[in-house]
């Protein structure tokens, strides 16, 4: 089972989107027949199959071994993986797929984030050794020293990509993104 598994087809979207399919997938985070899901979910086992068979055929859920119960054979399917992210490219944006290159502007921020999802996904987890680094956290800035801290902030990471920024050794990607929090209260 992967951690992440990206989707970037409609079709994925629609198989995923469903109430129903989403608490079955919830339950085939471990290996289950569709008989054992059913039971769970209080349903029966022939809506359930219905749902993993969407699910299966959409790439979401796996077929991972069968098992004879009274001479029939019954799968025993699981996730695909942990979680699922959808691409932004699957819905779109309303207006057009303008970017927006001005480095201050949230429609900037948004096509960021869009090409790091992407990024992140398509990285191979089964390498044995992937370097990253993720960091978060809060920083408080009183009004009138907002420009001094994107100054600082621009100045720092411009130093490291002067340090850094040779031709030789593994290509790094580094996004930073800066936003106010949702709680601000002017």
Known sequence: MRDVLYLEQI??????????RVE???QL??????TEVAALLEQTPQRVYYHVKQLAAAGLVEQ????????????????AARSYWLSPRLV???????RARDELSLGYLLDLMEEVQADVAALDRTAPELPSIGVSGEIRVPVERRQEFLHDLQS???????RYG???????KLAVACY???????
């Not at 991972?64 to 996730?79: C, D, L, N, P, W």
């Not at 720092?156 to 002067?162: A, E, G, I, N, R």
């Not at 040779?166 to 290509?171: C, F, K, P, Q, V």
Request: include cysteine; aromatic fraction near 4%.
């Open 29 to 34: 985070a471990e290996p289950r027949t569709c």
């Open 166 to 172: 040779g031709t030789e050794g593994d290509a790094f």
């Open 11 to 20: 079709e994925q979207a629609e198989a995923l989107l469903k109430p129903q």
């Open 180 to 186: 106010p929090k949702g709680d601000n209260h002017e």
């Open 64 to 79: 991972v071994a069968t098992r004879k119960v009274r001479g029939i054979s019954e799968g025993i399917y699981q996730a």
């Open 24 to 26: 079955v997938l919830r």
């Open 156 to 162: 720092t990471l411009q130093d490291l990509f002067t």
């Open 92 to 98: 779109g944006r309303i207006g057009g797929l303008r």
